[in-house]
């Protein structure tokens, strides 16, 4: 049913009740009228008659039905923005078929294509320079590597909620950092993979504090 419709009928049945007598709010969306402090029937668009409420907490997951795509900050149907501020606060996560994404996921991708692309170098370079040590190039190729990583995280991760992001990271994940230093600190030629591969905790943890923090919101 369309929107002009739906204004039609409620005016209409409007008219045929008797003057003392409402018509008792619902949501729309869960069709359901009890509302709580925590949870009240707002009009959070231009939208009038039988659509005009929708309970909060269904609105908020209305809007982030889809955690994959960006929340949906104004109504399908009158095209007003959601009147409700804590809509756009809500965190979106990138998609996961994205190659920046494919490769902050899972570093081995990462690691492994910064070696083919060393190697092809290699073949094109003049032979005293192939003689390099094995440690030369292994740690020119971790650096590459973190480098790489760094930047895709930098310009990747996106947060709205700063303040809290950050207090989730100092809080429950301090040790990441610290343990990736102690990798970095007993860095060789072989066991810099590990600290390579540790790379892919930063984007887990990045994706776990989004998704802590829209349930956060939605609470």
Not at 14 to 35: F, G, S, W
Request: proline share 7%; hydrophobic share 45%.
């Amino acid at each position: 049913m369309g929107l002009g419709a739906s204004n039609c009928l409620y005016h209409k049945t409007k008219r045929l009740m008797p003057a003392d007598q409402e018509v008792v709010p619902y949501c729309r969306i869960c069709y359901e009228t009890n509302e709580g402090p925590r949870n009240p029937l707002m009009v959070p668009c231009g939208c009038r008659g039988s659509l005009q409420h929708i309970h909060r907490e269904c609105l908020l997951r209305w809007v982030v039905g889809n955690p994959e795509q960006p929340p949906e900050t104004a109504c399908r149907l009158c095209g007003e923005p959601y009147r409700v501020p804590l809509i756009h606060r809500l965190e979106t996560y990138p998609r996961d078929t994205e190659l920046r994404v494919v490769l902050l996921r899972n570093p081995v991708v990462l690691i492994l294509l910064v070696h083919y692309l060393l190697a092809a170098f290699l073949n094109a370079v003049p032979p005293q320079l192939r003689k390099m040590r094995f440690v030369a190039w292994a740690n020119f190729a971790h650096a590459i590597v973190h480098l790489t990583y760094l930047g895709l995280f930098v310009f990747t991760a996106r947060t709205r909620n700063a303040g809290i992001y950050m207090y989730q990271w100092l809080r429950y994940y301090s040790f990441v950092p610290g343990f990736h230093w102690v990798l970095l600190k007993v860095y060789t030629a072989h066991t810099g993979y590990l600290a390579d591969l540790w790379l892919g905790v930063y984007w887990f943890i990045h994706m776990r504090i989004l998704r802590t923090i829209n349930e956060t919101i939605l609470h």
